[in-house]
């Protein structure tokens, strides 16, 4: 075995998380099995009730990914042809999408500098008569100042969709990501801080009819009484995947703990000239660990050599796909384009160990 592979640091970890509780999950895939409930069902409605009462929000619908959370959570606020809906231009592809597939134009405004969330003085200048929404993105796991997003949408007379697909956990003064706008979507792809075996999603809500609507789009636009009143979509969440969450959910917090803690020490420990994001109010749930680097590439690759996985999140900025052409842009995102640029992620999961993060560290350090 070469030094490199011993020193193999993985970027996301899942096998380690996966085999702490292996038999757990073996325990959980046979009481489905058994029950043969798979497609909704009891463990779907449990798993909503759960996340419903986590997140802090009067009611849940599972879903197949965080993309059609997302799609479906527009569509349900009545956001369709002829909207817009304001999206910073630093996010996943996803965010924008869902906006066209819902049927109105996503618009795309700058993002901070310091840390990538939706710039408010960028999005005002973006808004128009025909500006249905605002779409904050708790991008890397950091929540987006939502009292400001508030207020700027109740001026503007603009629903708020978070996008809180990265964001599981994070909180402030007791209000967790997905419980302050008029909807959220939340993704449980694998590698997300609460992550399916698959891929998966969910909608947030207080509002009873958005969310009545929202059970019945899923479901291929299926009433209570079994009749299609509206041509749905069959974007279920699976039994499996919800008993699986509903596993998991118990240790969130636990690991979430854990990612702070890490990132505590990368932010004490890597250069400033990385520009480590900040987490002043500890509100964070540390999805991802972003650093900035002018010499992308460069830094990639050494930290590559030594055995040690990151990602890209997310290069180029939306207004750099082609299959985002329809979007409104205007003017030009410095900041959004900062970032597309230099961003690089550096490992961080749960389970990673110390001397792990001080061998990331020490390479990364050493790239300048």
């Known amino acids: 075995m070469t030094a490199v592979a011993e020193q193999r640091i993985l970027f996301a970890g899942l096998s380690r998380q996966h085999a702490a509780i292996a038999e757990d999950l073996r325990r959980t895939l046979e009481r489905v099995i058994d029950r043969s409930s798979f497609i909704l069902g009891e463990e779907v409605v ?62 795309l405004c700058d993002v901070g500098e310091g840390d990538g969330l939706i710039e408010l003085d960028s ?11 605002i779409m904050p993105v708790h991008l890397y796991g950091q929540l987006c100042d939502m009292g400001a997003v508030g207020e700027f949408a109740e001026r503007h007379g603009l629903a708020v969709i978070e996008d809180a697909a990265q964001a599981h956990g994070a909180g402030s003064s007791g209000a967790r990501a997905g419980s302050f706008g008029l909807a959220a979507a939340f993704s449980f792809y694998p590698s997300k801080n609460l992550g399916a075996l698959g891929d998966g999603g969910a909608i947030c809500t207080d509002d009873p009819q958005l969310a009545e609507r929202a059970n019945r789009l899923r479901d291929l636009g299926r009433g209570g009484d079994g009749i299609h009143v509206e041509p749905g ?12 969450l509903r596993l998991k959910l118990g240790d969130l917090d636990r690991a979430n703990g ?15 000239w990385l520009h480590p994001l900040e987490d002043l109010e500890g509100s964070s749930a540390n999805h991802l660990f972003p650093v900035r680097c002018s ?36 003017e030009p995102f410095p900041a959004a384009k900062t970032w597309a640029d230099e961003e690089l992620s550096l490992p961080i999961f749960p389970e990673m160990r110390d001397d792990e993060l001080e061998r990331v560290v020490e390479i990364a350090a050493s790239s300048q």
């Open 233 to 244: 979509f069959n974007e279920r969440l699976d039994g499996i995947q919800a008993a699986v």
């Open 258 to 272: 854990a990612r702070r803690r890490l990132a505590t020490r990368y932010r004490s420990q890597l250069p400033s």
């Open 46 to 107: 449990a798993f909503e009730a759960e996340f419903a009462e986590y997140v802090g929000a009067r009611h849940c619908i599972g879903t197949s990914s965080g993309t059609s959370a997302l799609t479906i959570a527009l569509l349900s606020a009545g956001i369709g042809a002829g909207d817009e809906v304001i999206v910073p231009a630093m996010t996943f592809v996803a965010s924008a999408l869902a906006v066209i597939h819902a049927g109105a134009t996503p618009v």
């Open 295 to 330: 010499d992308r590439d460069a830094l990639k690759n050494r930290l590559s050599a030594a055995g040690i996985q990151t990602g890209i999140h997310y290069s180029p900025a939306l207004d750099g796909h082609p299959a985002l052409a329809g979007a409104l842009t205007g």
């Open 123 to 133: 999005a005002a200048s973006r808004v128009t008569e025909r500006t249905a929404a």
